[in-house]
């Protein structure tokens, strides 16, 4: 049964793409692991998928502040759509 558990939060885990997703289902964690109730194993499956949650988003924050550096350090201007002519 332990194995059935972290399976489903692992599965779970995997179907979240986006960073907000991500960080929601970081906190719906948190706030389980905290209020209690939950019986050990399920809470350290839990604990487990925290972990490899916070991993992911912060490697996420870390991409977002290199490319951000990236271009306010070289002096690059993000550019309009080709579509739009900025000089009109």
């Known amino acids: ?3 059935d558990t972290r399976e489903t939060s692992e599965q779970e885990g995997l179907r979240i793409n986006s960073f907000e997703e991500q960080l929601k289902r970081l906190e719906l964690i948190v706030s389980q692991l905290e209020t209690g109730g ?5 809470s350290l499956a839990l604990f487990e998928e925290g972990m490899e949650l916070l991993k992911r988003l912060q490697s996420m924050l870390e991409m977002a502040e290199t490319r951000i550096e990236e271009l306010l350090g070289n002096g690059t201007t993000i550019l309009a759509p080709d579509s739009v002519d900025i000089n009109e």
């Open 1 to 3: 049964m332990q194995n």
């Open 38 to 42: 939950v019986p050990l194993h399920e």
